[in-house]
């Protein structure tokens, strides 16, 4: 080699050296690439879930059981009333028994549903000629023949599977013996004492009521909430119970009277409910 071409050789070989003992080992940068956002990258790979936004705790909702006592003092007669959550009982002379009148129907019709001749098939055109009336506008003489088909005990049995402690049949059905304690824990759940394939027809009637028998709880229903109940009459008795429903949240109301008219009767069940059911939202959460 050439003394001038080494020169430029020797001038490169040093001025490598310089950099190799100043900064280190020489990296070699690759191609400049897309910028890289560690936080977004952060976000983009955590769950759908934890993005949301925490939901505002929803509002715990009790009946208004003061106000509702305070009315019911007032009244002339015998007034009872229940209130129940999955998680708690509210009660006032909820033990009491009163007649049930055509309350009692709805046992009827779950034990019916559960007759070993119906329970394993479809309904046919005659069982829902024979049931829907007696629910949607409580027909009495389906209802004599219902309690006849099915009998008292069938009835004693589902009060044992609901844990009611107080009903009591009669030769008269409308003279059963009802509490409004024992009501709500049937109507909690009621659906679950419907064998499952009547389940849906059974709370299809409840909650289609004749809208001529629809007073008391019925007018005072919250917003948002679907209602499915029975209400029972006779001179001097008005009684209702009904179960509260939105997803899978539930509460449970009856309200008994005795001795007050019609009217009378209807307007406090109304004003009873109107109290219990005060704050319940779309949003409640029943304790």
């Known amino acids: 080699m050439r003394p001038r071409a080494f020169v430029p050789l020797l001038a490169a070989a040093f001025a490598l050296g310089v950099a190799l003992s100043v900064g280190g080992p020489l990296r070699l940068d690759p191609p400049p690439a897309a910028t890289f956002d560690q936080n977004a990258w952060l976000l983009a790979s955590q769950p759908a879930s934890s993005l949301a936004t925490a939901p505002v705790s929803a509002p715990k909702w009790r009946p208004g059981m003061q106000a509702a006592r305070a009315y019911a003092s007032r009244r002339a007669g015998f007034t009872a009333f229940a209130v129940r959550t999955p998680s708690r009982l509210y009660g006032y002379r909820d033990r009491?028994?009163?007649?049930?009148?055509?309350?009692?129907?709805?046992?009827?019709?779950?034990?019916?549903?559960?007759?070993?001749?119906?329970?394993?098939?479809?309904?046919?055109?005659?069982?829902?000629?024979?049931?829907?009336?007696?629910?949607?506008?409580?027909?009495n003489d389906a209802a004599t023949y219902v309690r006849n088909y099915v009998?008292?005990?069938?009835?004693?049995?589902?009060?044992?599977?609901?844990?009611?402690?107080?009903?009591?049949?009669?030769?008269?059905?409308?003279?059963?013996?009802?509490s409004a304690r024992d009501q709500t824990?049937?109507?909690?759940?009621?659906?679950?004492?419907?064998?499952?394939?009547?389940?849906?027809?059974?709370?299809?009637?409840?909650?289609?009521?004749v809208s001529y028998q629809r007073w008391g709880i019925a007018r005072v229903r919250p917003a948002g909430w679907a209602l499915y109940f029975k209400g029972g009459w006779v001179p001097g008795t008005e009684n209702q119970v009904g179960l509260l429903r939105r997803g899978t949240r539930r509460v449970a109301v009856a309200v008994f009277t005795a001795g007050q008219s019609a009217a009378y009767g209807r307007e406090t069940e109304r004003e009873v409910a109107r109290r219990l059911l005060r704050g319940l939202t779309r949003d409640s959460i029943p304790r």
């Open 96 to 139: 009491e028994t009163t007649r049930s009148a055509s309350v009692v129907k709805a046992m009827l019709m779950v034990t019916y549903l559960n007759h070993r001749s119906v329970r394993h098939r479809g309904l046919n055109g005659s069982d829902r000629a024979l049931i829907g009336p007696m629910i949607r506008r409580s027909d």
């Open 151 to 178: 009998g008292n005990g069938a009835l004693v049995r589902l009060a044992r599977r609901a844990g009611m402690r107080e009903f009591s049949p009669s030769f008269i059905w409308g003279a059963s013996r009802i």
């Open 185 to 209: 824990k049937l109507f909690l759940n009621i659906d679950d004492f419907v064998v499952r394939r009547h389940r849906k027809f059974a709370m299809r009637l409840l909650g289609s009521i």
